[in-house]
Nanobody, 113 residues
């Protein structure tokens, strides 16, 4: 199983980024997909979930700003991040529950004020 996250970068506060996570080695359409992030010096925290049926859930601080989506034809999950804030800075990880949890490598997002 491989989960390849991409799309991170350095942006100014208020700007947007779209993260992608391409999965292989699983039947993507039945996997629940997650985004987590880890800020410097802090524990990894959950950001968003999208179920196999497309139901999404968000951590409170990103509600209304972030949108998780999936393209089962491309075996890819996305995280559209708008109105970014400096506190959104961190390494973003995708993971899949299939049914055990698999993790990908992270992609760094840096938001400067």
């Amino acid at each position: 199983v491989q989960l390849q996250a991409s799309g991170g970068g350095s942006v100014q506060a208020g700007e947007s980024l779209r993260l992608s996570c391409a999965a292989s080695g699983i039947i993507f359409s039945i996997a629940t997909m997650y985004w987590y992030r880890q800020a410097p010096g802090k524990q990894r925290e959950w950001v968003a979930t999208i179920s196999s049926t497309g139901t999404s859930n968000y951590e409170d601080s990103v509600k209304g700003r972030f949108t998780v989506s999936r393209d089962n034809a491309k075996n890819t999950v996305y995280l559209q991040m708008n109105s970014l804030k400096p506190e959104d800075t961190g390494v973003y990880y995708c993971s899949a529950r299939y049914p055990q949890i698999y993790w990908g490598q992270g992609t760094l997002v840096t938001v400067s004020s």
